[in-house]
């Protein structure tokens, strides 16, 4: 339903946050800044970073920031909604081929200047 309504869509999948890491330099980089929001930020990083080293909603607000770091491609996107091991499955047409005559409804985020990417979270927090 939400894919057929006609509203402006973005994905923004796992597969583009994992590229959008903590690095030991952006640890570095935040513990410089001298305030408390980043002693505490960096603090986080360094906890949150030896689990997980994905920043994945940083990187859904960057989009929001700056869209022109990610790359994109328009496609149409369906859901399966047959019951099954397919139920819910994400399928996306981005080839002409695969279009098939379909209009895009979905901007699909496919990568992430990881480096610029951590320039905008470093200068957020200064």
């Known amino acids: 339903i939400v894919f057929d309504s006609g509203i402006p869509i973005i994905m923004l999948g796992l597969d583009v946050t994992r590229q959008a890491t903590v690095t030991e330099d952006m640890i ?6 001298d305030t ?3 002693s505490e930020a960096a603090h986080l ?3 949150y970073g030896s689990k997980d080293p ?3 909603d940083p990187a859904a607000i960057a989009w929001m920031l700056a869209p022109e770091i990610f790359e994109t491609v328009k496609s149409h ?5 047959d019951t099954g091991p397919a139920a ?3 399928v996306a047409a981005v080839s002409e ?3 098939a005559g379909r209009e895009p409804n979905c901007t699909i ?3 992430v200047d990881a480096e610029e990417f951590r320039r905008i979270f470093i200068s957020a927090l200064a």
């Not at 570095?28 to 800044?33: E, G, L, N, T, Y």
């Not at 996107?77 to 909604?81: F, L, Q, R």
């Open 77 to 81: 996107v369906s859901i399966c909604t």
């Open 54 to 56: 994905c920043l994945h």
């Open 109 to 111: 985020v496919t990568g």
């Open 45 to 47: 990083l360094i906890n």
């Open 28 to 33: 570095r980089q935040v513990q410089a800044i």
């Open 36 to 38: 408390a929001v980043a």
């Open 97 to 99: 081929r695969h279009l």
């Open 88 to 90: 819910g499955q994400v």
